[in-house]
């Protein structure tokens, strides 16, 4: 893997971290469970960048797990959620990317916001970028706007009934960072930074 990705030499490094969160329902009750599952890392480094991809635990799942929560799931309610990226003390200048993805189905239960300073890569419809500055302490960046996500109040009980193992409606965060350097052509701008970001990853698959 590492020699797949030598080629890319002081062009830039990057990382990747998945966050998946599906959201299942019960058939017996007003409410249902959001998800979390458990944290998927894969990294892909050159350079000195590190970043860190959380949430915060809840309760209700008893289990001390950050990366496997569970909430109630009603219509028209507004569910805590704090997925946040962290690019780590005295990493370089970078591009730090957020993709979100939703299960085709998840439209029909959820939406959410983006939190202010992520912009859309152009081109493309659920990748976010923001350039960040070196720094010598941790700097943390949250993904959802108000750290939320909210249940559409058109939801039914028959809606939530129906749904089963195979297709609870998900919501996957994955964060990328590159090396931000504006004498390298190829990681100069955003666009360019993730095209480099991609290539590499097409590389090692």
Not at 49 to 63: G, W, Y
Not at 97 to 123: C, H, K, R
Request: charged share 20%.
């Amino acid at each position: 893997m590492c020699d797949k990705l030598a080629g890319l030499g002081s062009k830039g490094m990057l990382l990747t971290l998945a966050l998946v969160v599906a959201i299942a329902g019960t058939a017996g009750g007003t409410a249902a469970l959001l998800h979390g599952a458990r944290q998927v890392t894969n990294t892909f480094t050159y350079g000195d960048i590190v970043i860190a991809l959380e949430e915060t635990d809840t309760e209700l799942d008893e289990d001390d797990d950050p990366n496997t929560n569970l909430y109630e799931m009603e219509p028209g309610k507004t569910i805590q959620k704090d997925p946040f990226v962290t690019v780590k003390a005295n990493s370089m200048n970078c591009w730090l990317y957020i993709q979100i993805d939703e299960s085709v189905n998840f439209a029909d239960f959820m939406t959410y916001a983006v939190a202010d300073g992520w912009l859309p890569v152009e081109g493309e419809t659920n990748i976010f970028f923001r350039a960040v500055d070196s720094s010598a302490e941790d700097q943390l960046f949250p993904v959802l706007l108000n750290d939320q996500v909210d249940v559409k109040d058109t939801v039914t009980l028959n809606m939530l009934a129906s749904l089963t193992d195979a297709d609870y409606p998900t919501l996957t965060f994955t964060a990328y960072a590159v090396q931000r350097d504006s004498s390298i052509a190829e990681n100069a701008d955003p666009v360019s930074a993730w095209t480099l970001l991609t290539n590499g990853l097409d590389a090692v698959q």
